[in-house]
Nanobody, 126 residues
Framework: QVQVVESGGGSVQAGGSLTLSCAASENSYKTNCISWFRQVPGKEREWVGAIYTGRGTTYYPDSVKARFTASQDEVKKTQYLQMNSLRPEDTAMYYC???????????????????WGHGIQVTVSS
């Protein structure tokens, strides 16, 4: 079973930055799309970005475009989500999910991803 481990996150004031890291225990066709979702209580999980590990191609929704940047370290086999200009409405539990290349597209659905991290809290105070 593939394991996905997130790290980073925490608390920051509005306008600040945080970086999330994500590492999958297996690097194969099953995990070459790394996506991030976020969820606040009472709301559906929201897709906030993805990176296709094969080429480093990235995808973002309009809500975070120009503020969030996905990247990867191919040696460490770790993907990152750099979050800048954070806003209180970015406060959520953030999840990293690993899936196949076909899931690397805007607004991919969470049920396309079979491997998930446990989530990490990001809190942005005003």
């Amino acid at each position: 079973q593939v394991q996905v481990v997130e790290s980073g996150g925490g608390s920051v004031q509005a306008g600040g930055s945080l970086t999330l890291s994500c590492a999958a225990s297996e690097n194969s066709y099953k995990t070459n799309c790394i996506s991030w979702f976020r969820q606040v209580p009472g709301k559906e999980r929201e897709w906030v970005g993805a990176i296709y590990t094969g080429r480093g191609t990235t995808y973002y929704p309009d809500s975070v475009k120009a503020r969030f940047t996905a990247s990867q370290d191919e040696v460490k086999k770790t993907q990152y989500l750099q979050m800048n200009s954070l806003r209180p409405e970015d406060t959520a539990m953030y999840y990293c999910a690993a899936g196949e290349w076909a899931s690397c597209r805007p607004h991919a659905r969470e049920n396309e991803f079979h491997f998930w991290g446990h989530g990490i809290q990001v809190t942005v105070s005003s």
